[in-house]
T-cell receptor
Framework: EAGVTQFPSHSVIEKGQTVTLRCDPISGHDNLYWYRRVMGKEIKFLLHFVKESKQDESGMPNNRFLAERTGGTYSTLKVQPAELEDSGVYFC??????????????FGPGTRLTVT | LAKTTQPISMDSYEGQEVNITCSHNNIATNDYITWYQQFPSQGPRFIIQGYKTKVTNEVASLFIPADRKSSTLSLPRVSLSDTAVYYCLVRGNLIFGKGTKLSVKP
């Protein structure tokens, strides 16, 4: 069974540019989460999809970040325009169903974003 | 939201049992306790989850006392490959915290 995949693995952009990160969850997983870790800091929750709906987006830092999950399959996280403080590693995770089983999240390898 | 507290780091030797304790004094009635492992340059990996008493799988055991204000992850006979950061999470929030950096020495 394929795990959670993320693309690209690494992105270097200039301040003010736009970047779109992609996450493909494990097939059949309704729950999809985005997290990020900025340099030297802890992993922070960004948002949670249940199928195509945003269940919780309380962790999104500001309106420069837009997450979508059209059709309830893969998800994209767009940063526009990117700022220096957006640099870090962005993780995606997925989990099945509801209830207790949904707490077991499977993480992707992350996308390392560098804004210069 | 339930906050967790773990030791920043721990050292061990190959073949020893390692116990990492996490405090979560404000855990809610419906909260489960979940532990993740993270290697450098990788995403966290689910290890084990529990609600009360003891849970065991092929990787670890999780001990939770009756008051549920803490939990202990037990890794039997660690090897060098168990060197990683271990995170304790309490369901109800998705806050990873600083985790515990475990270093296993030969």
């Amino acid at each position: 069974e394929a795990g959670v995949t993320q693309f690209p693995s690494h992105s270097v952009i200039e301040k003010g540019q736009t970047v779109t990160l992609r996450c493909d969850p494990i097939s059949g997983h309704d729950n999809l989460y985005w997290y990020r870790r900025v340099m030297g800091k802890e992993i922070k929750f960004l948002l949670h999809f249940v199928k195509e709906s945003k269940q919780d987006e309380s962790g999104m830092p500001n309106n420069r970040f837009l997450a979508e999950r059209t059709g309830g399959t893969y998800s994209t996280l767009k940063v526009q325009p990117a700022e220096l403080e957006d640099s870090g590693v962005y993780f995606c995770a997925s989990s099945p169903g509801q209830g207790v089983s949904s707490y077991e999240q499977y993480f992707g390898p992350g996308t390392r974003l560098t804004v210069t | 939201l339930a906050k967790t507290t773990q030791p920043i780091s721990m050292d061990s030797y190959e073949g020893q049992e390692v116990n990492i304790t996490c405090s979560h004094n404000n855990i809610a009635t419906n909260d489960y306790i979940t532990w993740y492992q993270q290697f450098p340059s990788q995403g966290p990996r689910f290890i084990i989850q529990g609600y009360k008493t003891k849970v065991t799988n092929e990787v670890a055991s999780l001990f939770i006392p009756a008051d549920r204000k803490s939990s202990t992850l037990s890794l039997p006979r660690v090897s060098l490959s168990d060197t990683a950061v271990y995170y304790c999470l309490v369901r109800g929030n998705l806050i990873f915290g600083k985790g515990t950096k475990l270093s296993v020495k030969p």
